[in-house]
């Protein structure tokens, strides 16, 4: 049975960066779908997962508002772009 994939020196979800949270989400969904590992360990991993995914989209909602206040009202949409 593989060790715990959480490193005892992580940064706190709070203090990554987009690119960061990420990263470490992608592996940890990739730990979950392929091992069969204890449930404990899974629990933990969903848990940092979860935090992660909403610290994605802290830093997404930043990043969203500071394209409207530099943009203001000329912003398009990426649905709306014309080809």
Known sequence: MPKSTAKKTEKP????SYEEALAEL??????????QGQLEEAIKLFERGQALAARCGVLLEAAELKVKQVAGDTAVPFEEESE
């Not at 979800?13 to 990554?16: A, N, R, T």
């Not at 992608?26 to 091992?35: D, F, P, Q, T």
Request: proline share 0%; no cysteine; glycine share 8%.
């Open 13 to 16: 979800v709070e203090e990554l």
């Open 26 to 35: 992608e592996n940890i969904v990739s730990v979950l779908e392929g091992e």
